[in-house]
């Protein structure tokens, strides 16, 4: 669907448990993260936070609407090895070289189980 191998078997995801977290239980990271619109790059930026329903990003000035849908790809590393991912997102905030883009509902389970 998004050209990667990127999305976490449906089987291991516990969808009921999302309900615990808020958008402000993030940690802070730094990933490097690569933005898509219309599946195609459109910009690079540096995630400072990362949580189950979203992350926060640093950007130039990007001109681009609240509430836009789109991909980002980055790449997270554990005790097993790297994953890539491809996750789709909407902006839920937008500053001068900030923006905080929230997770699509669909994927958002994703990070319940990189949290464990």
Do not use: W
């Amino acid at each position: 669907m998004f050209g990667h191998d990127t999305l976490m078997d449906a089987k291991v995801l516990k969808l009921d448990e999302l309900d615990k977290y808020e958008t402000t239980n993030r940690s802070p990271v730094e990933l490097d993260v690569t933005v898509f619109c219309h599946g195609f790059p459109c910009a690079t930026a540096r995630a400072s936070e990362i949580g189950p329903t979203g992350l926060r990003i640093e950007i130039d000035p990007f001109p681009i609407a609240k509430n836009t849908y789109m991909e980002v790809e980055f790449t997270m590393h554990d005790n097993k090895g790297e994953k890539l991912y491809r996750l789709p997102v909407y902006i839920g905030e937008k500053g001068d070289r900030e923006m905080e883009l929230l997770f699509v509902n669909t994927y958002v389970s994703a990070f319940h189980y990189i949290n464990q």
